[in-house]
């Protein structure tokens, strides 16, 4: 084989082998390539996932302020509760010295 024959022969197999190499380039992206409905599908699955965490947000604020809400309540519940339970602490403690006080005055009469 001559020199000229051994180069002619390597340009050819070069050549192959590039287009061999561009071919299966272009395979590889006409299969993996994203398709526009594919685009569109995903613009939509990011948009429904960024309402669902808004709505996410909005809930776990309600919720935060419901709970404040009704720890307000609460608090207010027991304090009117205390000062319910003192006044009735009290009232008996009264009815106890009236019964006291009627007692003595039946015992001094009679």
Request: hydrophobic residues 60%; negative net charge.
């Given at each position: 084989m001559s020199r000229t024959e051994f180069v002619i022969a390597t340009a050819?197999?070069?050549?192959?082998?590039f287009c061999?190499?561009?071919?299966?380039?272009w395979l590889?992206?006409?299969f993996t390539a994203v398709s526009k409905s594919d685009v569109?599908?995903?613009e939509r699955m990011s948009q429904e996932l960024h309402e669902a965490e808004e709505t996410r947000d909005q809930a776990i604020t309600y919720l935060q302020q419901r709970e404040a809400e009704l720890t307000n309540q609460l608090a207010q519940t027991e304090a009117?509760?205390?000062a319910a339970m003192e006044g009735l602490r009290d009232a008996r403690h009264e009815a106890e010295e009236l019964r006291a006080y009627a007692e003595r005055l039946q015992q001094g009469n009679g």
């Open positions: 050819i197999i070069l050549f192959v082998a061999l190499g561009w071919f299966a380039n590889l992206h006409r569109g599908e995903l009117e509760l205390t």
